[in-house]
């Protein structure tokens, strides 16, 4: 079992930033991949950034690439989105995931364990 558990969020003016928390516990280890996901009202869940812990790679969704960047603490079992130069279009309930190596880590069926979501509000 793998628990993850979001936190940050909040309402940002536009331009603004803001840090997101992923705190995973369990059944996670140094070849844990995690990843960021965003669900707007209406939309389906969209891939964000993903961080490979034991190597440090990072992805990246186009529309985020330059703004947002994931890290990792291994201290602390804690995956970070720093999310800069926010946008209206950024709102969104955001996800954080640990995919188990099968599929795509694009794609949201292939993840196994899921975080409680934390709302992201940016205003124009």
């Known amino acids: 079992q793998v628990q993850l558990v979001e936190s940050g969020g909040g309402l940002v003016q536009a331009g603004g930033s803001l840090r997101l928390s992923c705190a995973a516990s369990g059944r996670t280890n140094s070849r844990s991949f995690i990843s960021w996901f965003r669900q707007a009202p209406g939309k389906e869940r969209d891939f964000v950034a993903a961080i490979r812990w034991s190597s440090g790679n990072t992805y990246y969704a186009d529309s985020v690439k330059g703004r947002f960047t994931i890290s990792g603490d291994d201290a602390k079992n804690t995956v970070y989105l720093q999310m800069n130069s926010l946008k209206p279009e950024d709102t969104a309930v955001y996800y954080c995931?640990?995919?188990?190596?099968?599929?795509?880590?694009?794609?949201?069926?292939?993840?196994?364990?899921w975080g409680q979501g934390t709302q992201v509000t940016v205003s124009s």
């Open positions: 995931a640990r995919w188990p190596y099968r599929g795509s880590y694009s794609n949201p069926q292939a993840y196994d364990y």
